[in-house]
């Protein structure tokens, strides 16, 4: 029996650890930084086509008000043609973002919604795919299922989840367990029932919907009220500001998966990464004989272990080892890759010295 699944792209975030790239204007997950596509296109490119007996629909786009044409033409140059994007006057986390989706859904009989981050990759296309068919033998069952990465080592950057008792191919969940500190990961690494938590869900919107009523119902009542009163043109929703205000700011996770008792969590090894900073894309990108990973306009004599990146502007480097220096035509970042997480340290430094003009 086929199943029919909506792809749901969540492409609200800013992606601030990966500045001077990544900007308000043009967050990460529209820059082509992983390929010729942009993250959004990967994301939505991974499924545009059917894989054994699931078959993805139109798909559904959630981003903000001020991406509008910028997400229009991506997808023009990705060659879809039949998609919602729906536009948020601000950003209230994820919570909203599903309820918002399974609202849409829920007028197609037995639809489910695959919710995906825009701004992560997948190496393993097919494994993904063969993941999402098995997790929709649970969802077809009122399951609320999350997909569990398989941890290549001992991450402290990642919530963890604990799966419990076998169902299906799949486990119901045990717990959802917040970032550990180095000794923990490592424990949860050597249990071997412990996966990383990459946000990943997939649920029949009428099933979602039932827990999402019944655990966080302000919430949903809220992110209806601004679907129902929003503006709409053509294939584009912008919800209705003042009604979305009013929508608390809560993550799925918290909202819903931990508190229901119908989440089930199936694993996934297939060469995930979220893509969360500069030394991130080191990790997955292809290096040469020297450790080094560069992009666009760059010149090296003597270094190692580096990644470079030029943008509109020549980078050149000599005798250093283990930097990230990206480069564009206002801005160059130069640190360590092991300090690539504090590049939000300098974000949050431009905010407050007013410098719009480079955020």
Known sequence: MTKHIIPVAMSGGVGSRLWPMSRRSKPKQMQALTGSLTMLQDTLDRVSSAAGDVKFGAPIIVANQQHSSVIAKQL???????????????????????????????????????????????????????????????????????????????????????????????????????????????????????????????????SVLKEMNTHCQTLTSAARAALDAGERDR??????????????????????????????????????????????????????????????????????????????IRVAAVGVSGLVIVATKDSVLVLPKERAQDVKAIVERLEAEGRDELL
Not at 270 to 297: F, Q, R, T
Request: contains cysteine; hydrophobic residues 45%.
């Open 76 to 206: 023009s140059d990705l060659g879809i043609a039949d998609y919602t994007l729906v536009l948020e006057p601000r950003g209230r986390n994820t919570a909203p973002v599903v309820a918002i989706a399974a609202e849409l859904a829920s007028t197609t009989p037995d639809a489910m919604i695959l919710v995906l981050p825009a701004d992560h990759h997948i190496k393993n296309v097919d494994g993904f795919r063969s993941a999402i068919s098995k997790g929709a033998e649970l969802a077809v069952e009122g399951k609320l299922v999350t997909f569990g990465i398989q941890p290549s080592g001992p991450e402290t950057g990642f919530g963890y989840i604990r799966a419990g008792d076998s169902v299906g191919e799949g486990h119901l969940v045990d717990a959802f367990v917040e970032k550990p500190d180095a000794t923990t990961a490592q424990q949860y690494l050597d249990a071997g029932n412990y996966f990383w938590n990459a946000g990943i869900f997939l649920f029949r919107a009428d």
């Open 235 to 312: 294939q584009v929703i912008n919800l209705d500001p003042t009604l979305f205000d009013a929508c608390p700011s809560d993550s799925f996770d918290y909202a819903v998966m931990e508190k229901t008792a119908q989440a089930a969590v199936v694993p996934m090894d297939v060469g995930w990464s979220d893509v969360g900073s500069w030394n991130a894309l080191w990790g997955m990108g292809p290096k040469d004989e020297h450790g080094i990973v560069a992009a666009g306009d760059v010149s090296l004599v003597d270094c190692q272990d580096m990644y470079v990146r030029g943008e509109g």
